[in-house]
Structure formats: structure tokens, C-alpha cells
């Protein structure tokens, strides 16, 4: 049985990397190329594991979306069977409900979109006001969210503390 593949973007290649060395798993580079007028081609590895998970943040996610709609299928294609999304930021989670006639229900739009192209997802902290789960939000086979407010409670207060901070408030 081969080793799991993290397959990321350029602009989050640290991060990525560093995910898949604590996974125990392989990090791959999606490459990019965007045309003059915007549209995109990407170039996945031309073979992949079973187990594959994609990391892409979706702050700014209009393009990161349509790259998720052409990596997702190609990596199936290219031999994943169980797909995750790790995105650490999740977005159009917000809109849950029309408020006006006429507005798009976001949530539930990019919702079965990300269903449909992943097993599994993996967020952090979304943004879930009238649902109880992100499951409901996203109906994959696996969600999971993960909390930062650990991580933060554990370094925010050393930062606090610290004298590079001290020397940037301008309230001291």
C-alpha cells in the first residue's frame, strides 16, 4: 500500500509540506498556469495514490474553487479513490439562509459542490451560524473542524508579553 499524497497550490507549499511530513505522507506540487484572460490549466502528478488529500485555503476563493472543480476529478483520474479537501479556511459558509428574495444561499450552493468533489473535509473554525455541524453545511462522507482557540490561547499570551509586541503598541 503506498503512501497517502497531499497534493498543494504554490502559495501554500510551507504549510503543506510541513502537514504532510507530520502525516507520514507525500507532498506534490499542483502546477498552475493562468492564460491572459484569466482561465486556468493545471498539471497534477500523472500518477496518485489511493488516499489523496488537496490542501487550498479558500480566502479569495473564487479561483481557488474552480481550481478544486478541475484538480478534484483529475486526481480521481489519476488513480485517488479517497479524496480530502484540507482547507483551513473555509469560505461562503456565511450566507446560510436567504434573507432577501432572490439571494443565493451559498452555503448550501458551495456546500454540494465541495460534496460532490470530495470524500472528506477538514476546516478550521468555519463560519457556521444556523447549522449545527459542518456536515450539514458540507454533506461529505467525513467533516471535520478543527479549533485554533487552543493553539491560540496556548501563544497568545507569550506574545502579549514579548517585548517586539510591547514596542509596537501604541497605547504603552
Same mark, same amino acid.
Given at each position: 500500500m503506498?503512501?497517502?499524497?497531499l497534493l498543494y497550490f504554490s502559495e501554500e507549499a510551507h504549510q503543506a509540506i510541513e502537514l504532510a511530513a507530520l502525516c507520514n505522507a507525500s507532498a /506534490? $506540487?499542483?502546477?498552475r498556469h493562468v492564460? %491572459?484572460?484569466g482561465e486556468l490549466k493545471l498539471q497534477l502528478p500523472s500518477q496518485l495514490p489511493e488516499r489523496v488529500a488537496i490542501f487550498h485555503? $479558500?480566502?479569495? %476563493?473564487n479561483q481557488k &474553487?474552480?481550481? #478544486? &472543480? #478541475? +484538480?478534484? %476529478?483529475?486526481a480521481r483520474k489519476m488513480g485517488a479513490r /479517497? #479524496?480530502? &479537501?484540507? +482547507?483551513p479556511y473555509l469560505a461562503y459558509m456565511r450566507q446560510d439562509m436567504a434573507f432577501f428574495p432572490g439571494e443565493a444561499v451559498s452555503q448550501q450552493i458551495i456546500g454540494k459542490l465541495l460534496a460532490s468533489l470530495f470524500d472528506a473535509l477538514i476546516t @478550521?473554525?468555519?463560519? &457556521?451560524?444556523? @447549522?449545527?455541524? $459542518?456536515s450539514q453545511a458540507v454533506p461529505v462522507k467525513n467533516a471535520l473542524v478543527l479549533s485554533a482557540a487552543a493553539l491560540m490561547g496556548m501563544i497568545f499570551p507569550g506574545i502579549i508579553r514579548s517585548k517586539a509586541f510591547r514596542a509596537n503598541d501604541s497605547s504603552a
Open positions: 503506498s503512501k497517502p499524497t /506534490q $506540487l499542483i502546477e492564460f %491572459p484572460d485555503s $479558500l480566502h479569495h %476563493p &474553487l474552480i481550481e #478544486l &472543480l #478541475l +484538480a478534484a %476529478p483529475t /479517497q #479524496l480530502t &479537501l484540507i +482547507a @478550521v473554525d468555519p463560519h &457556521l451560524h444556523r @447549522v449545527s455541524s $459542518l
